[in-house]
């Protein structure tokens, strides 16, 4: 005895047609042949909920299955049946042909088989296969400069993923073909990679623009020089005025986001240990002018 289409799709019986179509995607994603290859269990699930789908979407089908017209396997429910009786002006014993002509199946086995047994061969419309997610973490300066990565996908295998330069945070690449496989001859899924650019300890990105905290010397901001700027770009030298103050912001034309400029913020350090010709050099120095007297609060 066939069983209940409602059932083997995990639907409720007054399911819209919407329901019962997700419902079905849902369960074919998991026991299409070409997802579980020599699974004889799995196959013969999927034709059969393969044919309870063709049964539930069709309109008059489910009406006559909702009301005892037929039975889950397409079956005529007609008392008569067999004795020549007649149903809406159809023979009752033997509705294999009414199923082919509605379905356009190439029958197996017998006349009079049923069109949702295992002989059944329907054509159904190509359908794609399900799209896929990833999720990849990218360093700030291989999105600014652009870069290849390596994306493991699902089945273990591993796909070379380029990055344009200058890939925003949360973008999504697209991969086309290498997500699910399509079904009945459909093309597969496409693999969706969601960019995740890692944060920088001096460096982060304002629209085309760089900004990147440079820490300098005492020694450094006192006599000024020409220091080593790292930039995704290659390193950069840059001249430090004789007396520069920390929080100073220097600008470096073209060396941010495709043409965009770096902001170079001049952070002092002061040593971990004092030296004791520092401390009586500070010692010995007076302030011209205080850095406070134009705060008011």
């Given at each position: 005895m066939a069983k209940?289409?409602?059932?083997?799709?995990?639907?409720?019986?007054?399911?819209?047609?919407?329901?019962?179509?997700?419902?079905?995607?849902?369960?074919?994603?998991?026991?299409?042949?070409?997802?579980?290859?020599?699974?004889?269990?799995?196959?013969?699930?999927?034709?059969?909920?393969?044919?309870?789908?063709?049964?539930?979407t069709d309109k008059k089908l489910r009406a006559q299955y909702d009301s005892g017209g037929i039975d889950a396997s397409g079956q005529q429910q007609n008392p008569f049946a067999g004795r020549g009786g007649q149903m809406g002006g159809m023979g009752g014993g033997d509705m294999s042909d009414l199923f082919s002509s509605l379905f356009g199946m190439q029958m197996g086995g017998a006349r009079g088989g049923s069109p949702f047994g295992g002989g059944a061969q329907m054509r159904r419309p190509p359908q794609k296969g399900a799209d896929v997610l990833y999720t990849l973490s990218v360093s700030l300066p291989d999105a600014v400069k652009?870069?290849?990565?390596?994306?493991?996908?699902?089945?273990?295998?591993?796909?070379?993923?380029?990055?344009?330069?200058?890939?925003?945070?949360?973008?999504?690449?697209?991969?086309?073909?290498?997500?699910?496989?399509?079904?009945?001859?459909?093309?597969?899924?496409?693999?969706?990679?969601?960019?995740?650019?890692?944060?920088?300890?001096?460096l982060s990105r304002d629209g085309d623009n760089l900004r990147l905290e440079l820490p300098i010397t005492l020694k450094e901001a006192v006599l000024g020089g020409k220091v080593r700027v790292p930039t995704p770009h290659g390193n950069v030298s840059l001249n430090i005025t004789a007396g520069s103050s920390s929080g100073k912001t220097l600008r470096l034309k073209g060396k941010g986001v495709k043409g965009g400029d770096m902001l170079v913020k001049l952070m002092i350090q002061m040593p971990e240990t004092l030296g004791k010709d520092l401390k009586k050099c500070m010692e010995k120095w007076e302030d011209d002018e205080d850095p406070r007297a134009n705060i008011n609060i």
């Open positions: 209940d289409p409602y059932k083997l799709l995990g639907v409720k019986k007054n399911a819209t047609e919407k329901e019962i179509k997700k419902a079905y995607r849902a369960l074919a994603k998991k026991l299409h042949p070409d997802v579980n290859p020599g699974d004889k269990a799995a196959a013969e699930k999927f034709k059969e909920i393969t044919a309870a789908n063709t049964l539930l652009g870069a290849n990565q390596q994306v493991r996908m699902a089945n273990g295998k591993s796909l070379k993923l380029a990055i344009p330069a200058g890939t925003k945070d949360e973008a999504v690449l697209r991969l086309r073909g290498k997500g699910q496989p399509g079904a009945h001859g459909g093309p597969n899924g496409d693999a969706k990679v969601t960019i995740k650019i890692k944060k920088h300890k001096y």
